[in-house]
């Protein structure tokens, strides 16, 4: 359980690198996060977009692995607000 924490945290600290992306975009952190959620790679989605993925990490500064983890986790956490 140790690693839950960490995650939590480590997912604020994205959260902040991704509201700070979209100011500078001229966009809000919940576009850009509805675009990571949609393009999220995960089997069955057929607007999987790994490059947006590798882009948005590479813009913010984290891991492709990292910012794939988040992409997965936000794009359950939609899916979980639509049912």
């Known amino acids: 359980m140790e ?3 960490n995650f ?5 600290g994205i959260d902040g690198l991704i509201e700070s992306l979209a100011e500078q975009q001229g966009m809000t ?3 850009v ?5 949609v393009f999220a790679p995960y089997e069955g989605n ?6 947006y ?4 990490a590479e813009m913010i500064g ?10 997965l986790k936000k794009a359950e956490d939609y899916r979980r607000k639509q049912e």
Not at 53 to 56: N, R, S
């Open 3 to 5: 690693g839950a924490p």
């Open 62 to 71: 984290i891991s492709v692995e990292e910012m794939t983890f988040y992409a």
């Open 29 to 31: 952190a919940d576009d």
């Open 53 to 56: 993925i590798e882009q948005v």
């Open 8 to 12: 939590e945290q480590r997912e604020r």
């Open 46 to 51: 057929e607007s999987a977009n790994p490059d």
């Open 33 to 37: 996060l509805g675009d990571i959620a």
